[in-house]
Each structure stands twice: as C-alpha cells, then as structure tokens.
C-alpha cells in the first residue's frame, strides 16, 4: 500500500486592522489547543468503539511506524508527543480502519498544534509505505513564517495605580515577552502569570487578570498581545493559625514569626517566616497558606501547618573532597532535653586531614529567633607536616534569618602544635567574638547576580586565661556578575589579620591562618600556603586571597570555566611572598547542588592539581 495527501492551509475570516477579508483576531493558541482537545476526545471515543466490536476481535493486527520532518526541533518534538499518529504507534491491537481514521486525523491535529508554537500557515503531507509488511508514516511539515509580536499592551485597574507605583512596574518588568519575539501559547501564558505573580508578591495577594487578548492575523503574521491587570485591595497579614503542633511548644513559632499584625503583605516575609521555621531543629515540613478573599483583606489570616521531627535522631554521610579526602560524618540529636524542648547534639566528623568531635546543649528560639547554647569540642587536624589539637568551649547566642545571619559568643580555645622541628607549643584565649553573614542573591542554590559577605571579629587580654593580649579580623566576600544570557564572571576575595605585639607561638594555631586549595587558591595544596619552617608549614598571622572566575554556560545545566587565584599568608607582611595559579574547570547544575572540576597549575611552585567541591563554601 502506498499513497499521500496534501492538506494546503486553510484561511480564516473575519475582521482585523479594517481588512474586508482577514483572520478572525481570536487568543488562537488557546483556541487551537481546545479543537485539538475535542478532536482527540472524539478519536478516543471512535477507538473505543472499534475496539469493542467483534468484527475488529476478527481482523489481524495491525503495526507502524511513524516518522516526523519539521524543523525546528521544538516543534518536532511536540508534533511527536502529542499527535495521535505517533502516539498510539507502539499498540500492536490497530485495525485499518483505525489507522486510516489517524491518517485522516492527523494533518488537522499538526495545524492546532503547531498553532500553539505561533506557526499559523503549516503545509502537511502524509506518506504511507508498506515495506516488509510493514507500514511507514512520513508526516512532512512545512510550518511556514513564525508569528511575532509586534505590540504590547499592559494596563491596570484598582489601588494600585495610586497606592504602589512600584508594584506595577514590578509586575511590567516581570513580563517575559517584548516586541519582535516569536510568539507561542506557552510563552504567551507564563508571561501573563509571571506578571500576575509579581503583582500579588507585596499588597495586592487577590489580584487576577481581568482581560487578556492575542489579535494574530496570519496573514503578516504579527500577533498584538494586551492584558489588563485587576490589582484587588491591599492586604494586611493578621495571627498565625498553627496547626500540627504536638510535641513542641506553639510557642517556639510565635518567637520566630517576623510577621507583626497589619503588616502589609509580602511574599518574602512570608518566605522569612518559613525559613525561620525550617532552621529551628523541630520540623520536617512547613506548609504556609494565606487567605485571598478580595472581600477580607484586612488581617487576613496566615495558616502554618508544620510537621514535626521526632525526639531523637541519627544522622549520618560518607563523601569526598580533593583537599580532605574521603569523609565519614555523623550526628545525634534528642531535642527534649528537660522536658522542655532544649535540643542536645553530638556530632562528628572524620576524614585523612581533620577529626573533630562536638556536643552542644541549646535553648528553643526566643524572642526574634535569638537562641542560647553552650558547647564544646575537640579537633585535630594533620596537614602540610603540621599538627595542631585544639579544645574549644563556650557560649553563644545567635540568629539566623532570611538574608543576615549573627553570632556573639565567648569561646575559650587551647591549641598545641607540632611540627617538624622543635618542641610542641601550647597556647590559650578566652575570646569574645561577633560574626555577620550577609546573603543577597538571586538564587541560593545557583546564583547568577548578588553577593555574598561574612566578617568576623574578636579580642582577647593576656591574664584573662590568655597567653598574649591580640585582635583578630577576618572577612570573606564573593560577588557573582551575569555577562549576557549564559556567562559568569565569579569574584571572590579574602582577607584576614591577628594584630598583637608579641610572635603568633602564643595565639591559638586554630585562630591563625593559612592558604591553598579548592576554596582558596588553586594550583596549592590544601593549606600548603604559610611559614614554611623546615617543611612544616605554620599558621601565620596575616592572609590575603583573590580570584576571578569566568564561566560559559552551554546549556542550562553544563558549563566551562577559566580561573585566575592569587594569596599569601604570612607573619611578616613586609615579606609577603604571593602565590598565583591559573586553571580551567568543568561546571554541573546537579540535583543536589553546584558540582565542580578543576585542573589548576601553581605558578610558584610549577604544579599541576585537580580539584573536586560540591556547593558553595561560604
């Protein structure tokens, strides 16, 4: 069996632009999809019945296959999912009256379908062949010019055109679409919804779109687009609902809650709130929901629905770094202690450069999310022929929130360190110390644009359990700078400094610093960079690191990167030696996080060094 057909487009009529014989202006992406809704549901039906008669039990099966030519890619591809003749290709149970019925189905389903990618004028043909009894299926596709926009329109009623000005151009700005884009249904719905979710992120939670409108003439294939935008009453946040609460206290989420009654409502206070609630050590999942009745909008109920971990808890992972190696993780929580809902944790951490072992006694969340706790731990750490044991115990109270993080604590550290040459030293210090953590970017996870900034700061007075009188600082910062659609530029830099008057033998060796590695600079060893003493390298008082990262993303989830890192640590700054290194890198937006491969060359010591790191150290 052999034979074709041609299906010529057909021409809509109505009335567009003041032509006598033109399309009809109609949203037709929408249009097209329900036609081709209705056809298919008819097909099913048809199916059903032929299936069903025991004159169709009698007949042999039927089998084919089916190949599609259209460029572009995209629309082969919807063309593939969701034509009838491709579809049920696979089914071995296809009579021929069936397959003929798809045959004749199919050059009306490529028009509504590639209707919705803007392609208003395709020209199809159907091949059928039977070769080695079986039947091929070429369904060619000429789709013709691409309709772009030529216009735009978006306007908007209610309080917001005179209450918040900037939450309207908030909501224009979110429009993805501009003048000259191809125009296609599905891009043509996100950009009406992306606008719309700008509009109800602050004020306006119950705004809709009153009317929206795509005039396409396929003639010029041009579509005109207008929406226009109902903003609703501002609305104003009101009590927390809690629900779920069992073990712990509801308590615990009032003091977290950075909601006041009659605030205005803001998505982003809304996303603090449930951060707040997922740092606390208590819940497995929060779900938040507010009411969006334009009648009510004036303290307007915010529902928080937790689910609540249990009492006790083990956690644990194995994983690998190139500058710690392999790693052996764990922890264990019971988050009752006293009845009183006081989490307590051990945890600890082994790998071949560092062991460290913790406990920690914790107060729940007080007012504004500040939390108490003591602690103490126990670390070692072997690298670069330097040995240091450190003890550390204290308190702290700190807070954490959406965007800013602070820690005060006092903290008394004795370190002993061994070296190559030389007796092992031992220092001590009762340190009072402030750290802040700033987040500020587009995405947590992946981030394009912002910046992200931590310093510290401490002090300690010889006789005041210390062995000499110092003042340390350290800060770290990494910008991220978008360069188009697709590229990166990454800097980062480092600064730290212990000022005292006396040799850094008498300031605890964990509170120096050293240099090298994957989050420090590359092409060195992991902590390689310090006062070299006969192979041992020693922590030093002052550090200094930088660099600049180049990224080209070639698709969404694949890129390459080209890096240049430059540090030194040093007792001395005066003869501060610098350590450069060069390289090139392999990127992965993975499931879990940023994955990255590096080869890096140190210029100084003429050294080649892989490099392997999952997320963002920071």
């Given at each position: 069996?052999?034979?074709?057909?041609?299906?010529?487009?057909?021409?809509?009529?109505?009335?567009?632009?003041?032509?006598?014989?033109?399309?009809?202006?109609?949203?037709?992406?929408?249009?097209?999809?329900?036609?081709?809704?209705?056809?298919?549901?008819?097909?099913?039906?048809?199916?059903?019945?032929?299936?069903?008669?025991?004159?169709?039990?009698?007949?042999?099966?039927?089998?084919?296959?089916?190949?599609?030519?259209?460029?572009?890619?995209?629309?082969?591809?919807?063309?593939?999912?969701?034509?009838?003749?491709?579809?049920?290709?696979?089914?071995?149970?296809?009579?021929?009256?069936?397959?003929?019925?798809?045959?004749?189905?199919?050059?009306?389903?490529?028009?509504?379908?590639?209707?919705?990618?803007?392609?208003?004028?395709?020209?199809?043909?159907?091949?059928?062949?039977?070769?080695?009894?079986?039947?091929?299926?070429?369904?060619?596709?000429?789709?013709?010019?691409?309709?772009?926009?030529?216009?735009?329109?978006?306007?908007?009623?209610?309080?917001?055109?005179?209450?918040?000005?900037?939450?309207?151009?908030?909501?224009?700005?979110?429009?993805?679409?501009?003048?000259?884009?191809?125009?296609?249904?599905?891009?043509?719905?996100?950009?009406?919804?992306?606008?719309?979710?700008?509009?109800?992120?602050?004020?306006?939670?119950?705004?809709?779109?009153?009317?929206?409108?795509?005039?396409?003439?396929?003639?010029?294939?041009?579509?005109?687009?207008?929406?226009?935008?109902?903003?609703?009453?501002?609305?104003?946040?009101?009590?927390?609902?809690?629900?779920?609460?069992?073990?712990?206290?509801?308590?615990?989420?009032?003091?977290?809650?950075?909601?006041?009654?009659?605030?205005?409502?803001?998505?982003?206070?809304?996303?603090?709130?449930?951060?707040?609630?997922?740092?606390?050590?208590?819940?497995?999942?929060?779900?938040?929901?507010?009411?969006?009745?334009?009648?009510?909008?004036?303290?307007?109920?915010?529902?928080?629905?937790?689910?609540?971990?249990?009492?006790?808890?083990?956690?644990?992972?194995?994983?690998?770094?190139?500058?710690?190696?392999?790693?052996?993780?764990?922890?264990?929580?019971?988050?009752?202690?006293?009845?009183?809902?006081?989490?307590?944790?051990?945890?600890?951490?082994?790998?071949?450069?560092?062991?460290?072992?913790?406990?920690?006694?914790?107060?729940?969340?007080?007012?504004?999310?500040?939390?108490?706790?003591?602690?103490?731990?126990?670390?070692?750490?072997?690298?670069?022929?330097?040995?240091?044991?450190?003890?550390?115990?204290?308190?702290?109270?700190?807070?954490?929130?959406?965007?800013?993080?602070?820690?005060?604590?006092?903290?008394?550290?004795?370190?002993?360190?061994?070296?190559?040459?030389?007796?092992?030293?031992?220092?001590?210090?009762?340190?009072?110390?402030?750290?802040?953590?700033?987040?500020?970017?587009?995405?947590?996870?992946?981030?394009?644009?912002?910046?992200?900034?931590?310093?510290?700061?401490?002090?300690?007075?010889?006789?005041?359990?210390?062995?000499?009188?110092?003042?340390?600082?350290?800060?770290?910062?990494?910008?991220?700078?978008?360069?188009?659609?697709?590229?990166?530029?990454?800097?980062?830099?480092?600064?730290?400094?212990?000022?005292?008057?006396?040799?850094?033998?008498?300031?605890?060796?964990?509170?120096?610093?050293?240099?090298?590695?994957?989050?420090?600079?590359?092409?060195?060893?992991?902590?390689?960079?310090?006062?070299?003493?006969?192979?041992?390298?020693?922590?030093?008082?002052?550090?200094?690191?930088?660099?600049a990262e180049y990224q080209h993303w070639f698709s969404h989830d694949w890129g390459a990167a080209a890096f240049f890192d430059v540090g030194t640590a040093t007792d001395t700054w005066g003869e501060k030696v610098f350590c450069p290194g060069v390289g090139v890198g392999a990127r992965w937006r993975s499931p879990v996080g940023p994955v990255n491969v590096d080869l890096a060359y140190g210029i100084r010591n003429r050294s080649?060094?892989?490099?392997?790191?999952?997320?963002?150290?920071?």
């Amino acid at each position: 069996m052999a034979g074709c057909a041609i299906e010529k487009p057909h021409e809509r009529r109505g009335e567009a632009g003041g032509r006598g014989r033109a399309p009809r202006p109609a949203d037709v992406g929408a249009a097209a999809l329900r036609r081709w809704l209705r056809a298919s549901l008819a097909l099913g039906i048809l199916l059903s019945l032929f299936a069903g008669g025991p004159a169709h039990a009698a007949r042999a099966a039927a089998s084919y296959k089916v190949d599609v030519e259209v460029t572009p890619r995209s629309l082969r591809k919807l063309l593939d999912e969701h034509l009838d003749i491709a579809r049920f290709a696979k089914r071995p149970d296809i009579s021929d009256d069936q397959f003929e019925f798809l045959i004749t189905a199919t050059p009306q389903q490529v028009r509504d379908l590639a209707a919705t990618q803007g392609y208003f004028t395709p020209v199809v043909r159907t091949d059928v062949r039977t070769v080695d009894n079986t039947k091929h299926v070429t369904v060619s596709v000429d789709p013709g010019p691409q309709t772009i926009i030529s216009s735009i329109s978006l306007s908007f009623r209610g309080p917001v055109l005179t209450e918040d000005p900037a939450q309207e151009n908030a909501a224009r700005f979110a429009f993805s679409l501009h003048e000259g884009d191809a125009f296609s249904q599905g891009d043509w719905d996100d950009a009406k919804n992306a606008s719309l979710k700008a509009l109800q992120a602050r004020r306006y939670l119950g705004a809709k779109i009153y009317h929206s409108e795509a005039r396409v003439d396929p003639r010029t294939h041009e579509a005109k687009l207008s929406v226009v935008y109902e903003s609703g009453p501002t609305f104003t946040m009101g009590k927390l609902d809690v629900s779920g609460t069992r073990r712990y206290p509801e308590q615990i989420v009032e003091n977290v809650n950075p909601i006041s009654v009659g605030d205005i409502y803001d998505v982003q206070r809304i996303t603090e709130l449930q951060r707040q609630l997922q740092n606390t050590p208590y819940y497995a999942s929060v779900a938040i929901d507010v009411d969006s009745d334009p009648a009510k909008p004036v303290d307007t109920p915010v529902h928080v629905k937790v689910s609540e971990y249990p009492y006790n808890s083990i956690r644990g992972g194995v994983g690998y770094s190139t500058d710690n190696g392999a790693l052996v993780q764990g922890a264990y929580s019971y988050l009752n202690t006293f009845g009183k809902a006081w989490p307590f944790t051990v945890d600890g951490r082994l790998d071949q450069v560092q062991q460290y072992g913790q406990i920690q006694l914790a107060m729940p969340p007080g007012p504004r999310a500040w939390t108490n706790s003591v602690l103490a731990s126990y670390t070692t750490t072997d690298v670069s022929d330097t040995r240091i044991y450190s003890i550390r115990g204290g308190v702290q109270r700190a807070r954490t929130s959406q965007f800013i993080d602070y820690t005060y604590a006092i903290l008394f550290y004795q370190d002993r360190l061994d070296q190559n040459v030389g007796a092992p030293t031992t220092s001590r210090a009762l340190v009072p110390s402030w750290s802040w953590t700033r987040r500020n970017t587009d995405d947590p996870l992946f981030p394009r644009k912002g910046n992200l900034i931590h310093v510290e700061a401490g002090f300690a007075v010889k006789g005041a359990l210390t062995d000499q009188t110092f003042i340390r600082g350290y800060a770290r910062g990494q910008q991220y700078l978008p360069i188009g659609k697709e590229d990166l530029v990454v800097l980062r830099a480092e600064l730290g400094g212990v000022f005292t008057s006396g040799s850094s033998s008498g300031i605890p060796a964990s509170l120096l610093f050293r240099a090298g590695g994957s989050n420090s600079v590359r092409g060195y060893g992991y902590q390689s960079i310090g006062n070299n003493v006969q192979g041992s390298v020693l922590p030093t008082k002052y550090l200094v690191t930088a660099s600049a990262e180049y990224q080209h993303w070639f698709s969404h989830d694949w890129g390459a990167a080209a890096f240049f890192d430059v540090g030194t640590a040093t007792d001395t700054w005066g003869e501060k030696v610098f350590c450069p290194g060069v390289g090139v890198g392999a990127r992965w937006r993975s499931p879990v996080g940023p994955v990255n491969v590096d080869l890096a060359y140190g210029i100084r010591n003429r050294s080649v060094r892989p490099y392997l790191t999952l997320g963002i150290a920071f």
